[in-house]
């Protein structure tokens, strides 16, 4: 609370005014985050057709967009295994950030034609892969978080060639 209030330059009280509790904050970040994701993500998505681009896209915008707040999300991680906590990524309480962080994966794979099975469950997968990712980017000391990059870059081919095969008859 103390750091959130010296940034936006308020006294530590006066940030209880605007928010009801640390978890306000916290939703109110999580809103933020995405709904810039989902302008980057909506913004390619209209002029870019090829499927690799768009799915790293989405993968990179979340990166991007983490870079300066993996103090914050370190913390916040930790109740990810509390699904009664109002913060939890897996939790009732971000229940619809969640469907939208899957959306944005599912307009990346709308270029796709995929089998109906498919069209439901990868957008999910990935999104499992980008929470995974996200837990490494906020550990990696790596200089620019390098490290998960490569990760991320060589876990987006994989499970792109998996898609091909997936997508066999």
């Given at each position: 609370m103390q750091e959130i209030a010296q940034r936006a330059d308020v006294a530590k009280g006066a940030a209880y005014y605007y928010f009801p509790s640390k978890e306000a904050i916290i939703q109110t970040y999580y809103e933020a985050i995405?709904?810039?994701?989902?302008?980057?993500?909506?913004?390619?998505?209209?002029?870019?057709k090829k499927l690799k681009p768009r799915v790293k896209a989405v993968f990179d915008s979340k990166f991007e967009l983490a870079k300066g707040d993996r103090r914050l999300l370190g913390v916040v991680f930790r109740y990810a295994g509390e699904p009664e906590n109002p913060i939890s990524c897996l939790g009732k309480g971000t229940e619809e950030i969640?469907?939208?962080s899957?959306?944005?994966?599912?307009?990346?794979?709308?270029?796709?034609?995929?089998?109906?099975d498919l069209a439901r469950l990868l957008p999910v997968a990935l999104?499992?892969?980008q929470m995974g990712l996200l837990v490494m980017f906020l550990y990696d000391d790596s200089k620019g978080q390098r490290r998960t990059q490569r990760l991320s870059d060589g876990a987006l081919d994989l499970a792109l060639k998996l898609l091909a095969l997936a997508k066999l008859p």
């Open positions: 995405q709904g810039e994701q989902e302008r980057i993500c909506g913004e390619l998505f209209s002029h870019e969640r469907r939208r899957i959306a944005v994966f599912r307009d990346a794979l709308a270029v796709e034609k995929l089998p109906e999104w499992a892969m």
